[in-house]
């Protein structure tokens, strides 16, 4: 049995500093994952995503299992091999994206039958399906099958949550592979009393670590903080907890304020690939406008990343202007270093018990 311990090193309120060991390396907490949907982080090597100093990589069930197929990945040595990335990696189940992408779907007590978004080709996902695809595809962390359900439909969650918290039990059963650990998925939308429950719930069942779905879905971010609130008073604090789909610096500085330990959000590319680069201080510029032209400076003077170490706002808009395929490359290069340098510093001040003092000033800024 493959040990995933959890050592929570330092707290300061209910911001912790930790240590998750996995076959592939220690994960050190608070971490921001970027996100790899089809194996591999978009525009960027995992050369460059080592530099920067990225630890854990996210990959998607749902992509994979469609596209090059998660038997082909097993059979090319698995993930880590398949990509060449030698630290740990985290799968989610494909339950998030059978609900937003697939174009028509069908749900029933033993899972969700749907058409794929590339060829409109029929599948079905059941918990089973989802760990198996899972353990093909051989990530250090995956999660449970569950049900994402619109924030605001009472009457939806509830019977969302009954069966996601049938499908955990049974990704529990289905799940053979001791060297990856298996987390279960707390849902319930905005509505306090079913996350109350559903944490509790997920928590019972004796899962290595914990995620936290169905938030950064289209509630508003004081409803996100206070369904946070609520989850994280009732899992245990010796597990490790994971926010899933939440990456603006905003959210992770309240995440971890609440005991979140694992983050992880396609944001950081995704902007990179819109011209936009992110600031330290929650700002975005958008690096197509004209007045960067002539402008010798970096994009944020106080980034140690490699892209403001070598290049100026004039050099990096050029590139967008010419439609070079390295804008994207320099952009995600930079947001990410900078979600990944500020999971970092809050470990620091954490451990250095002067967090909440520093994440005012943060949030202030």
Known sequence: MTDFSFEIQATDGRARAGVFHTPHGDLLTPVFAPVGTQATVKAVTPDQLDALGATLVLANTYHLYLRPGDDLVAEMGGLHEFMQWPKPMLTDSGGFQVFSLAKIREIDADGVTFRSHLDGSVHRFTPEKSIAIQENLGADIIMAFDECPPPYDRAYNEEALARTHAWAERSLKAHKRTDQALFGIVQGGVFPDLREKSAAFIASLGFPGHAIGGLSVGETKAEMYAMLDVVNAVLPPEKPRYLMGVGTPQDLIEGVRRGVDIF??????????????????GGRLNMRRKEFARDPRPIDETCTCYTCQHFSRAYIRHLIVAKEMLAATLLSIHNLHTLVQLAQEMREAIIAGRFEAWAQARLAA
């Not at 992880?264 to 680069?277: E, F, N």
């Open 264 to 281: 992880d959000c396609v944001l950081p590319t995704r902007l990179a690939r819109h011209h936009a680069a992110m600031l330290a201080n």
